[in-house]
């Protein structure tokens, strides 16, 4: 079935390719979805396509003129507008307003008067010069350029501007740019100008003639499937990088990718080094063997099909193997220093103005670890030496090549220096977890320097009043907490007891009194976000289970795990209920509670007697399960009990008596959680 089609396409200067298809292509598309909402139909699609070169969309199902429209223009109110059947000039007024006598108005329920008008629709050649020129203020632009002799700005230049409805140009100017049917394909493989000649064949006339492959995701499907396919035929397999399929998708117009190599003498340097350099200088590909090795093989993305491939490959080479040169001499060159010699220059690295040098807070880590090492098992000596070692690898002369490489260096140097592994480790794993669903520390050593880290900086930047805010948080505090939450969860150690001793290696730095206090609040929001966003907990069993008078960091996943079954069922919805009663009654009495007087049995009637029976078999030191069961058998007793029993009895010894049993039974009821949030 053929649909009425519209294609709007920009030819520029190459597009910065970081984010592309959100950032300028998708952002551009939807935005004129929306600007062309009046003349969508419900068969309607919008397909939008961005290239280093080219960007815009194209919607199917569109029509040419938006169908006419009832408008209704609201007036003065009815019961101001006539007095005594008789209409008041404001009411006349605004007849004349609308052409018409107000006897023509219509009366609505809503109390007011009204002038209906059919207005007919627009063309579409009427609205698409607005629709464009608001849709491309919809795309964000860090740093917009200007070019030739223009005021306009984008930002690249732009150069060519094709907007047809099916075989139609539609005229408008944009940006200084007269609207054709005329398009440019690829630079060096379709040198003549295009002639468009339907809005729905765009993407098959680009692929054909102009040698486009347009739309990104299929672009980035192409790729995709060709470095697997050459992977596999080689018996490897590609080391992802995050990002680094879509910035080269967003640098080529028409995929092919090529093998390459290089000497195998850099393979002496650290893998990790080498990997980094192919896909953050080069925009490469590297090769891993079965066992996670590197080998001297690469694969990468050329923007163009040449009948002589190797041309190609062997400038590639070239390029690569300068860089890998630059890496190879910045690994030997920083092994001829011991390891731990490159702590001297850390005191000429400021930390923070307020917190010191690195030096200052390698000292505070040391301290730290060496005060929670023995909560883990740790020897504080080895814990001492190794956080002493932490921050060494930040002013090698290959971390200020690589800065994502902290901590990876640091390992590699540590070995070559004598350290022991399990102190190598510890050095590159103390910055783990270092995103969601990042590994944990493997060792009880890492485990100590990762809490070290993380305690330090957030207890410091939080101190001196750098606290994060909105989607501003620059010292990446947000993600210290969840490390620490995601540690704590799995190792037991308090959660005060390591904000206190954190506190206290502040020693040369005055910190705000509350920091603790905040900074555990602040821990506490996270794990609440980490419950219901990480693990898929209710907000309700979140709410519950935090609310705890006792809260067991090491325990939240078996206590949120126990509610969120035993709220599933039914029986305990009255429980719900009563709990919540039961601190409503407590809440409004407190100046008549005296619990100084404690309960006596004696007073309680069959009802009392059978929930304060039932109530006493509930211990604290019942494991989750068990205490939830034990609380399911209070629902009939507690149900009778509200069914029969007056609280608020005349008699003010059984009034303080009933007060008191339900205190007693409050107390029971929130011992591994709030039960009135489940409510």
């Known amino acids: 079935m053929s649909y009425n089609s519209l294609i709007i396409e920009f030819l520029s200067e190459e597009l910065p390719p970081i984010n592309l298809e959100n950032n300028i292509g998708l952002a551009f598309a939807e935005a004129i979805y929306q ?10 699609t919008l397909e ?4 280093p070169r080219r960007f815009g969309c194209i919607i199917k199902g569109i029509d040419y003129q938006q169908k006419s429209q009832m408008i ?3 007036g003065p109110a009815i019961a101001h507008a006539l007095k005594e059947g008789i209409a008041t000039p404001a009411l006349l007024g605004f007849a004349k307003s609308c052409a018409t006598t107000w006897e023509n108005l219509e009366q609505r329920s809503d109390g007011y008067f009204y002038f209906n008008s059919m207005v007919a629709g627009k063309n579409l050649d009427m609205v698409i010069e607005d629709a464009i020129t608001q849709a491309l203020k919809k795309i964000h632009i860090a740093k917009a350029m200007r070019w030739g002799n223009f005021e306009h700005q984008f930002v690249r230049p732009l150069h060519n501007l094709v907007v047809m409805f099916n075989q139609q140009v539609i005229e408008c100017n944009i940006l200084g740019l007269q609207s054709n049917a005329v398009t440019s394909g690829h630079r060096f493989m379709a040198k003549q100008p295009i002639q468009l000649d339907h809005a729905e064949s765009y993407l098959e006339t680009m692929l054909q003639q102009g ?8 672009r980035r499907d192409l790729i995709q499937q060709q470095l697997t396919q050459q992977a596999n035929q080689l018996g490897l397999k590609i080391q ?5 399929l879509n910035e080269v998708t967003a640098l080529v117009e028409w995929p092919e990718v090529l093998l390459g190599c290089f000497e195998e003498r850099f393979l002496q340097v650290p893998q990790e080094c080498l990997i980094l350099s192919m896909a953050k200088n080069q925009k490469y590909f590297a090769l891993l063997d079965q066992n996670n090795k590197l080998t001297n093989k690469f694969l990468f993305v050329s923007n163009l099909k040449s009948t002589n491939p190797q041309v190609i490959v062997e400038g590639n080479q070239k390029v690569l193997t300068a860089r890998l040169a630059d890496a190879e001499f910045f690994y030997q060159f920083d092994l001829r220093t011991p390891f731990n010699q490159f702590i001297n220059k850390l005191t000429n690295v400021v930390y923070h103005n307020q917190l010191g040098t690195q030096a200052q807070r390698i000292k505070r880590l040391a301290n730290i670890a060496s005060q929670i090492a023995p909560l883990l098992g740790v020897d504080n000596q080895l814990a001492a030496h190794c956080a002493t070692l932490l921050k060494a690898d930040l002013v090698t002369e290959m971390v200020g090549e690589f800065p994502e490489l902290q901590g990876v260096i640091g390992n590699y140097y540590a070995l070559a220096s004598g350290e ?3 102190v190598a480790q510890a050095i590159e794993q103390h910055y783990y977890p270092r995103f969601s669903g990042d590994n944990l520390p493997q060792t009880n050593l890492a485990v100590v320097m990762a809490l070290s880290d993380k305690l330090e900086a957030l207890v410091g930047m939080w ?13 990446a505090l947000r993600r210290a907490a969840l490390g620490i939450i995601r540690i704590l969860l799995t190792h037991k150690l308090d959660l005060t007891t390591l904000l206190n001793l954190t506190l206290n290696s502040f020693t040369e730095v005055n910190l705000a009194p509350a ?3 905040q900074v555990a609040q602040f821990i506490y929001q996270r794990l609440a976000n980490y419950l219901t966003s990480v693990e898929n907990y209710s907000a309700k069993v979140v709410s519950a289970v935090l609310s705890a008078p006792v809260l067991e960091l090491t325990e939240i996943i078996n206590i949120a795990e126990a509610f969120s079954n035993w709220v599933t069922h039914q029986a305990n919805t009255n429980l719900f209920e009563a709990n919540k009663r039961i601190e409503n009654i407590l809440k409004k009495n407190t100046h008549e509670l005296d619990l100084s007087n404690g309960i006596n049995p004696q007073l309680f009637n069959s009802y009392e007697s059978e929930l304060y029976t039932k109530a006493h078999q509930i211990d604290s030191g019942l494991a989750i399960n068990d205490y939830l069961v034990a609380l399911s058998t209070l629902a009939q007793p507690l149900t009778e009990f509200f069914a029969n029993v007056m609280v608020m009895d005349e008699n003010l010894v059984i009034r303080s008596n009933r007060l008191n049993l339900l205190a007693f039974l409050a107390s029971k009821f929130n011992h591994y959680g709030k039960l009135a949030e489940l409510a």
Do not use: C, M, W
Request: hydrophobic share 35%; net charge positive.
């Open 420 to 422: 022991s592994p399990q």
């Open 72 to 74: 209704a223009r609201k």
């Open 48 to 51: 939008h396509f961005i290239t």
């Open 211 to 218: 040698k486009v492959v347009a739309n990104f995701a299929r």
């Open 515 to 517: 920091t603790t206090s």
């Open 240 to 244: 992802p990088i995050d990002g680094l």
């Open 35 to 44: 600007q062309l909402s009046g003349f969508l139909t419900s068969e309607s």
């Open 463 to 475: 101190g001196i009043g750098l606290i994060p805010s909105g989607d501003k948080d620059p010292y």
